[in-house]
């Protein structure tokens, strides 16, 4: 965006009615790109996600990277609807990393790939992760029709510092481990 929102600023200072004046900010600039920080009991958890089909195509990242209960917030927006890719930041800690797949190294090629949520997080500082399924790229946004009745889901997984990467686990609506695999 041309500058950023603050709590500070008076449209957003009090409770009710500050997400909802965010979201309208978001709408009137259409290429912009928003993330959900800090999910949680202690900075709450936007509403419950209340899902907004105008903030989710400016909302496609979730932090996760907040501690162990982060993931548990990112499956739940995800369960409501939203379209969203985790991000690995933390203020107190250099291990939690965000991966972007860019189509170019360029402003550009990054700030579409935020937008396509073609962005995982990790914790591990060289562990790089490629997926698809049924040939659609991680952040793909798939309709019924492009999945059909069975699913073909391809993992690679490079970690050139540790013989073992650990548990892959494929999640599922109500973070169900619908298959998993140690690696």
Not at 64 to 90: E, I, K, V
Not at 116 to 124: F, L, M, Q
Request: with cysteine; glycine share 8%; charged share 20%.
């Amino acid at each position: 965006t041309p500058g950023f929102q603050s709590w500070q600023q008076d449209a957003y200072r009090k409770y009710n009615g500050a997400l909802q004046n965010y979201y309208r900010a978001l709408s009137s600039v259409p290429n912009s790109i928003s993330q959900f920080n800090h999910p949680g009991t202690q900075y709450g958890t936007f509403l419950d996600f209340a899902y907004s089909e105008t903030a989710d195509r400016a909302v496609t990242l979730l932090e996760t990277g907040t501690g162990s209960d982060a993931y548990d917030y990112y499956t739940a927006a995800l369960d409501l609807g939203w379209h969203l890719a985790p991000t690995g930041n933390r203020d107190n800690t250099e291990t939690a990393r965000t991966v972007v797949y860019a189509q170019t190294l360029t402003e550009d090629g990054i700030y579409d790939a935020l937008r396509k949520c073609r962005v995982y997080s990790s914790e591990d500082s060289d562990l790089e992760i490629l997926y698809t399924l049924n040939g659609y790229p991680l952040g793909s946004r798939l309709q019924k029709r492009h999945i059909g009745d069975t699913i073909q889901i391809s993992v690679s997984l490079n970690d050139p510092t540790d013989d073992a990467i650990g548990l892959v686990e494929v999640i599922t609506n109500g973070g169900i481990t619908a298959d998993d695999q140690t690696l």
